[in-house]
């Protein structure tokens, strides 16, 4: 009878370590799939951020581009203006030239110093 107990006993304890055994199988199966879920809704989550980076580096580098083209026209435009404001101020000062040179062929300009002199003289005694 103790034999049969004993016998009963190590069969229940086998059935109990076998048990124990699959249940932390499962357990460890369980946590495997869990842990590999897990890791999937990462790497999904890390590919959308990797996406979601790429465009906003596209963004930002269409961005330079037209600020780069703004300023460039805006460059040009200037530079432009300054070019017709010199070309401008070159046509006053031809012009300015131009009726200097013709004002020396005027007769006052003709006189001798002395003769300018002279008049001037004369002029200053005339009463006003």
Known sequence: EDEARADARIAKDKADALAKIEAEKRWREQLKRDTLD????????????????????????????EETLKAEKMERMRKEKI?????????????QIRMQQERKLM??????????????????RVPS
Do not use: C, G
Request: charged share 40%; net charge positive.
């Open 38 to 65: 897990v890791l999937a809704v990462q790497v999904k989550e890390k590919e959308l951020r990797k996406q979601a980076d790429l465009k906003y580096r596209e963004t930002l580098v269409n961005l330079s581009k």
């Open 83 to 95: 070019k017709e404001k010199n070309m401008a101020y070159a046509d006053e000062l031809k012009a």
């Open 107 to 124: 007769e006052p300009f003709l006189m001798t110093k002395a003769e300018r002199e002279m008049n001037a003289s004369l002029l200053r």
